[in-house]
């Protein structure tokens, strides 16, 4: 009798999934807690694939967009006056300036071409979801940038090298930008693209113009002359190096 | 899905890059009315935008004269190889005629160009972080854009062109023959594109050399001699 009615409430233990694809798709689930400020900024950190779910539901789309681009905004600018204490002067208010200008203007020229991208890769998603998919990218990538702004904090006031704290700065903008990266990835995923190449592409071209972008709002660290220097032109890598060089 | 691809553009041009079987089945049977001048529109509007950003780095005037050029160069492939397309697929037997040959060529550089334009801002912010010509390392930066537009005009081309070979296994009479006509073609349209190009030169234009819609002597030579020339020049040979 025990054994009958022990096998007719049998229920199966769940199959854990080994598909990378399935494990790509976790957290694609209805946001919980509402459309906050201080929801998104913990859903963005532990289920951000619920912010992209309600994004592609059409559900408060413009105030998730506008909330994450409010996020991204002041984790920039927080993180911009942290990198401004390392020449104080103008810096401190010319850095985060530049920042957000410079990381939001990216993501401007970079949205038709990762919409496009996207769409070859065969994801059937909405424009403002695409849209949306970018402002998360930048929300999470200023939100850990914030994260590592106190180590940067320490940097900057205890090296006087330029060229190290631009170097620092640039490794901790690409770590960041990775995690961002992957959450379109898993987006992309999650909404049912197939091809990841091409979205491997547009990630490269927008971390390249990202790259350029801080040589062409330079200076962002150290102080000089002029508060923008648009006259002369160069490609990120020659800058760079003609900083390494003047600091030998 | 409408019946005519204008009443929403934006739709229909993400459709094509999806790869919406349906959307480009009902164009080559003719039921939507309005394909052929919606490709011719895609056409336009990408090349046009982003030929205009490869001529900026030389001014506003070769940016117009670049963004005539790029859309023209298409039209004209596809005008002199119309004929040739469709006997070729015909006797590849693929069962695809004249008309079809031109609509799946037509979709094909339609997505091409809808990269093309989405690439354009891109390609803007990278013109305007560009030295004026004439400046310091004039020539290492003419080689830089040059490879820069090169080799993404190449991987735009590169993409549409693997959705349309997708298209044209579908709609052949056999795979084996779909794919035989796509690389017939796209021969044949690489082969006259490039000297196309070639007479319509310039577009990035050389240092020392003076910005103009055309070279004073645009059918001197071919794209083949030019080729061939650097090949020797390089190489000593």
């Known amino acids: 009798m025990t054994k009958e009615i022990q096998s007719d409430t049998y229920t199966p233990p769940p199959i854990l999934s080994n598909s990378p694809k399935q494990d790509l798709k976790q957290g694609y689930e209805p946001l919980e807690g509402g459309c906050t400020l201080p929801n998104l900024i913990n859903k963005l950190l532990k289920k951000p694939l619920s912010i992209v779910y ?26 911009g006056i942290v990198v401004g204490t390392f020449s104080w002067d103008v810096q401190i208010w010319a850095a985060p300036l530049k920042i957000v200008f410079g990381l939001l203007f990216s993501g401007l020229i970079c949205l038709p071409s990762l919409y496009i991208f996207t769409c070859m890769g065969g994801l059937d998603a909405k424009f403002s979801t695409v849209s949306g998919m970018l402002c998360a990218l930048m929300a999470l990538t200023g939100l850990l940038l914030i994260g590592f702004a106190p180590v940067v904090w320490l940097f900057s006031v205890s090296s006087t090298s330029t060229t190290f704290l631009g170097f620092l700065l640039i490794i901790l903008w690409v770590i960041c930008a990775c995690f961002g990266l992957s ?10 693209m197939a091809n990841a190449g091409h979205f491997a592409v547009w990630g490269l071209i927008f971390l390249l113009v990202t790259l350029q972008m801080t040589t062409t709002l330079r200076p962002i660290i150290g102080s000089e002359e002029e508060l923008f220097n648009f006259k002369e032109k160069k490609f990120f890598l020659t800058y760079w190096s003609d900083q390494v060089m003047e600091e030998q | 899905m409408s019946m005519n691809p204008f009443a929403n553009p934006l739709k229909n041009a993400a459709a094509l890059c999806r790869g919406k079987k349906q959307l480009l089945t009902d164009w080559i049977e003719g039921s939507h009315r309005g394909s052929i001048p919606f490709c011719i529109a895609l056409i336009t509007l990408g090349c046009c935008s982003y030929g205009f950003t490869i001529g900026l780095r030389h001014g506003w005037e070769m940016a117009s004269y670049v963004a005539i050029k790029l859309p023209f160069i298409i039209f004209l492939t596809l005008f002199i190889n119309g004929m040739l397309n469709a006997m070729l697929s015909l006797a590849l037997g693929s069962g695809i005629g004249f ?10 550089f339609a997505i091409m160009s809808i990269i093309l334009g989405a690439l354009s801002p891109i390609s803007f912010f990278a013109t305007l972080n560009m030295p004026k010509p004439g400046t310091l390392d004039d020539t290492t930066w003419h080689g830089a854009n040059l490879l820069l537009h090169t080799s993404l005009i190449a991987y735009a081309g590169i993409l549409a062109h693997s959705r349309l070979l997708h298209y044209v296994r579908d709609f052949a009479d056999s795979p084996s023959a779909g794919t035989h006509t796509f690389l017939a073609w796209l021969t044949g349209n690489l082969f006259v594109g490039a000297q196309i190009s070639w007479i319509l030169r310039p577009y990035f234009v050389s240092p020392e050399l003076e910005v103009e819609f055309l070279r004073v002597d645009p059918f001197d030579g071919s794209f083949y001699e030019a080729v061939f020339r650097a090949i020797r020049n390089v190489t000593n040979f």
Not at chain 1, 69 to 77: D, E, K, P, Q, V
Not at chain 1, 183 to 189: D, K
Not at chain 2, 99 to 105: A, D, T
Request: proline share 0%; charged share 15%; glycine share 8%.
């Open chain 1, 54 to 79: 309600e994004l592609e539901m059409k559900n408060n789309v413009g105030k998730i967009t506008c909330l994450l681009l409010l996020i991204a905004t002041m984790s920039f600018s927080v993180f």
């Open chain 1, 183 to 192: 959450l379109v990835f898993r987006s992309g995923h999650a909404l049912g």
């Open chain 2, 99 to 108: 008309r079809k040959s031109f609509q799946f060529l037509l979709t094909g």
